[in-house]
């Protein structure tokens, strides 16, 4: 019994110092995205984040991430005096990414592989709902990089930059991207034929538990 008492106090003792080790947050934001090949430009498709986070403290820098989000992805186009045709898609996600973070003072950085599972899709053009689209994978592969500030006690804000890493729909038809400002050479060119690739901003509050 004295061995068994001496065994779980040395148990709870572990157990209590390896869960300082951990942090719970919530998450939420504005995301702000675009798709490649569709012929629109700019992060002009806005959309909401949310979730939360738990992280593992390696040490008083270093640490990992496991979250899971809801996340909402698109691209846009407007009408204009230039142009009558209006576009909108719009993707929404569950989200998980894992993350490798570092900090530093008030200051962090964050960057990692993110899965996407998708819940549904809507595309619509200036005649409305488009009948038959093209469907979406179900599954999105991602990177993701983010820097963060701590506002003050608990409270974070971050800026996150994700791109899909595998095409997430084929082209509607074979096409080959001309040089242009997005195009980093002709590896990114050869990669952004393969398919469509989504590419977002979000801007987030992170508060700790």
Same mark, same amino acid.
């Given at each position: 019994? @004295?061995?068994?008492?001496?065994? %779980?106090i040395f148990f709870?003792t572990?157990f209590t110092?390896?869960?300082q080790?951990?942090?719970a +947050?919530?998450?939420g934001?504005?995301? /702000?995205s675009?798709?490649?090949?569709d012929g629109a430009?700019?992060f002009?498709?806005?959309?909401?984040m949310?979730?939360?986070e738990? &992280?593992?403290n390696?040490?008083? /820098?270093?640490?990992? !991430?496991f979250?899971l989000r =809801?996340n909402q @992805?698109?691209?846009?186009?407007? @009408?204009?005096?230039?142009n009558?045709?209006?576009?909108?898609l719009r993707?929404?996600?569950i989200?998980?990414p894992?993350l490798?973070?570092? &900090?530093?003072?008030?200051?962090s950085i964050?960057?990692?592989p993110? %899965?996407g599972?998708? !819940?549904?899709q809507r595309? +619509?053009?200036? =005649?409305?709902? !488009?009948?038959?689209?093209?469907?979406?994978?179900? !599954?999105?592969l991602?990177a993701?990089?983010n820097? $963060?500030?701590?506002l +003050?006690d608990?409270?974070s804000l971050?800026l996150?930059?994700?791109? /899909?890493i595998?095409?997430v729909?084929?082209? @509607?038809?074979?096409q080959a =991207?001309?040089p242009? %400002?997005?195009?980093? $050479?002709?590896w990114h060119?050869?990669?952004?034929?393969?398919g469509q690739y989504?590419?977002?901003?979000?801007l987030v509050l992170s508060y700790q538990?």
């Amino acid at each position: 019994m @004295k061995k068994f008492s001496l065994g %779980l106090i040395f148990f709870i003792t572990i157990f209590t110092a390896s869960a300082q080790r951990f942090e719970a +947050r919530v998450v939420g934001g504005l995301t /702000s995205s675009q798709i490649s090949g569709d012929g629109a430009y700019g992060f002009v498709q806005f959309g909401a984040m949310a979730g939360g986070e738990v &992280s593992y403290n390696l040490n008083d /820098s270093w640490s990992m !991430i496991f979250g899971l989000r =809801f996340n909402q @992805k698109g691209s846009r186009i407007y @009408k204009s005096n230039n142009n009558v045709n209006t576009y909108r898609l719009r993707v929404n996600y569950i989200e998980a990414p894992l993350l490798i973070n570092f &900090s530093i003072d008030q200051f962090s950085i964050c960057a990692g592989p993110v %899965l996407g599972v998708k !819940i549904n899709q809507r595309e +619509r053009t200036q =005649f409305g709902e !488009i009948d038959d689209p093209r469907i979406f994978d179900p !599954i999105e592969l991602g990177a993701e990089f983010n820097i $963060g500030y701590e506002l +003050r006690d608990r409270l974070s804000l971050r800026l996150l930059y994700q791109n /899909s890493i595998v095409s997430v729909r084929d082209h @509607k038809v074979d096409q080959a =991207f001309p040089p242009a %400002l997005f195009v980093l $050479g002709t590896w990114h060119q050869n990669m952004l034929n393969q398919g469509q690739y989504f590419t977002s901003l979000s801007l987030v509050l992170s508060y700790q538990l």
